[in-house]
Nanobody
Protein backbone atom coordinates (compact mmCIF):
# COMPACT_ATOMS: atom_id res chain seq x y z
CA UNK A 1 0.00 0.00 0.00
CA UNK A 2 1.44 3.35 -1.06
CA UNK A 3 1.82 5.90 1.70
CA UNK A 4 2.14 9.64 1.26
CA UNK A 5 3.26 11.74 4.21
CA UNK A 6 3.00 15.52 4.11
CA UNK A 7 5.05 17.88 6.25
CA UNK A 8 5.97 21.55 6.43
CA UNK A 9 2.68 23.13 7.36
CA UNK A 10 2.30 25.69 10.10
CA UNK A 11 1.42 29.25 10.99
CA UNK A 12 2.83 32.01 8.82
CA UNK A 13 2.15 35.73 8.48
CA UNK A 14 0.66 37.17 5.30
CA UNK A 15 3.38 37.66 2.73
CA UNK A 16 5.46 34.86 4.19
CA UNK A 17 6.62 31.57 2.71
CA UNK A 18 6.37 27.87 3.47
CA UNK A 19 7.61 24.76 1.74
CA UNK A 20 5.50 21.65 1.94
CA UNK A 21 6.94 18.19 1.36
CA UNK A 22 5.24 14.96 0.39
CA UNK A 23 7.31 11.84 0.95
CA UNK A 24 6.18 8.69 -0.84
CA UNK A 25 6.78 5.14 0.36
CA UNK A 26 7.85 4.06 -3.11
CA UNK A 27 9.47 5.53 -6.17
CA UNK A 28 7.54 8.55 -7.40
CA UNK A 29 8.61 7.61 -10.91
CA UNK A 30 5.89 4.98 -10.76
CA UNK A 31 3.19 7.63 -10.57
CA UNK A 32 1.71 9.27 -13.62
CA UNK A 33 1.03 12.46 -11.70
CA UNK A 34 1.45 13.96 -8.28
CA UNK A 35 -0.58 16.88 -7.06
CA UNK A 36 -1.27 19.16 -4.16
CA UNK A 37 -4.88 19.81 -3.20
CA UNK A 38 -6.23 21.98 -0.42
CA UNK A 39 -9.44 22.21 1.52
CA UNK A 40 -10.43 25.30 3.46
CA UNK A 41 -13.09 25.18 6.19
CA UNK A 42 -16.55 24.94 4.67
CA UNK A 43 -15.20 24.61 1.15
CA UNK A 44 -14.63 21.77 -1.29
CA UNK A 45 -11.22 20.30 -1.89
CA UNK A 46 -9.50 22.00 -4.82
CA UNK A 47 -6.48 21.30 -6.98
CA UNK A 48 -3.60 23.66 -6.25
CA UNK A 49 -0.74 22.35 -8.36
CA UNK A 50 0.26 19.22 -10.22
CA UNK A 51 3.25 17.67 -11.92
CA UNK A 52 3.12 14.81 -14.38
CA UNK A 53 5.68 12.17 -15.23
CA UNK A 54 7.19 14.14 -18.08
CA UNK A 55 7.70 17.14 -15.84
CA UNK A 56 4.91 19.41 -17.01
CA UNK A 57 3.23 21.39 -14.29
CA UNK A 58 -0.12 23.08 -13.85
CA UNK A 59 -1.46 25.51 -11.26
CA UNK A 60 -4.73 26.92 -10.06
CA UNK A 61 -5.18 30.51 -11.20
CA UNK A 62 -5.25 31.67 -7.59
CA UNK A 63 -1.69 30.47 -6.92
CA UNK A 64 0.00 31.00 -10.29
CA UNK A 65 3.14 33.03 -9.85
CA UNK A 66 3.25 32.42 -6.10
CA UNK A 67 3.46 28.63 -5.73
CA UNK A 68 5.88 26.21 -7.35
CA UNK A 69 5.62 22.44 -7.45
CA UNK A 70 8.75 20.37 -7.88
CA UNK A 71 10.01 16.87 -7.23
CA UNK A 72 13.15 15.04 -6.17
CA UNK A 73 13.04 11.55 -7.64
CA UNK A 74 16.05 10.42 -5.62
CA UNK A 75 14.24 11.29 -2.39
CA UNK A 76 10.81 10.17 -3.59
CA UNK A 77 9.51 13.54 -2.53
CA UNK A 78 7.35 16.24 -4.09
CA UNK A 79 7.49 19.81 -2.84
CA UNK A 80 5.22 22.81 -2.90
CA UNK A 81 7.01 26.11 -2.42
CA UNK A 82 4.49 28.72 -1.36
CA UNK A 83 5.44 32.39 -1.45
CA UNK A 84 3.51 35.60 -0.87
CA UNK A 85 1.00 33.71 1.22
CA UNK A 86 -2.42 35.21 1.80
CA UNK A 87 -5.06 34.54 4.47
CA UNK A 88 -7.18 32.87 1.80
CA UNK A 89 -4.45 30.25 1.36
CA UNK A 90 -5.33 28.91 4.80
CA UNK A 91 -6.35 25.28 4.39
CA UNK A 92 -5.37 21.69 4.93
CA UNK A 93 -3.04 20.75 2.09
CA UNK A 94 -3.16 17.19 0.78
CA UNK A 95 -0.72 15.29 -1.38
CA UNK A 96 -2.23 13.10 -4.08
CA UNK A 97 -0.66 10.54 -6.40
CA UNK A 98 -2.16 8.97 -9.49
CA UNK A 99 -0.97 5.61 -10.69
CA UNK A 100 -2.12 4.18 -14.00
CA UNK A 101 -1.55 0.47 -14.51
CA UNK A 102 -4.31 -1.91 -15.51
CA UNK A 103 -6.52 0.38 -13.47
CA UNK A 104 -6.44 3.91 -12.15
CA UNK A 105 -5.30 4.16 -8.55
CA UNK A 106 -5.51 7.26 -6.38
CA UNK A 107 -3.50 7.73 -3.21
CA UNK A 108 -3.89 10.49 -0.62
CA UNK A 109 -1.90 11.72 2.30
CA UNK A 110 -3.51 12.76 5.57
CA UNK A 111 -2.83 16.44 5.04
CA UNK A 112 -0.91 19.24 6.66
CA UNK A 113 -2.47 22.44 7.98
CA UNK A 114 -1.34 25.81 6.67
CA UNK A 115 -2.59 28.87 8.51
CA UNK A 116 -1.88 32.35 7.16
CA UNK A 117 -2.65 34.94 9.78
CA UNK A 118 -1.15 37.95 11.49
Amino acid sequence: QVQLVESGGGLVQPGGSLRLSCAASESISSFYAMDWYRQAPGKERELVAGIIKGGSTNYADSVTGRFTISRDNAKNTVFLQMNSLRPEDTAVYYCHALMITQSVLNYWGKGTLVTVSS
